[in-house]
Nanobody, 114 residues
């Protein structure tokens, strides 16, 4: 499974960005996709994930501000990020799970200025 993420960039606090991640290769059997992030000096942590059936869960810090969605026909997962805060600054990584194995894409940098 290969994952290609896009959509990062620089935005002012209060602004919005939408991240996209396209899965390719051996995508049959992927049952969950999601986004993780890693800020400088911190560990990588879950932002949001969504199953094939559309069930989603979020980190507490982004609930009400971020929305994850998935287009199974396009093998794409999206992360709509609203009301961005400087604390959201991080490298965001796309993740896919297939048969219990995790796959990672290269990160996309999101920088939120105050």
């Amino acid at each position: 499974v290969q994952l290609q993420a896009s959509g990062g960039g620089l935005v002012q606090a209060g602004g919005s960005l939408r991240l996209s991640c396209v899965a390719s290769g051996s995508i049959f059997g992927i049952n969950a996709m999601g986004w993780y992030r890693q800020a400088p000096g911190k560990e990588r942590g879950l932002v949001a994930r969504i199953t094939n059936g559309g069930s989603a869960d979020y980190a507490e810090s982004v609930k009400g501000r971020f929305t994850i969605s998935r287009d199974n026909a396009k093998s794409t997962v999206y992360l709509q990020m609203n009301s961005l805060e400087p604390e959201d600054t991080a490298v965001y990584y796309c993740n896919a799970v297939r048969s219990g194995k995790g796959f990672w894409g290269k990160g996309t940098l999101v920088t939120v200025s105050s």
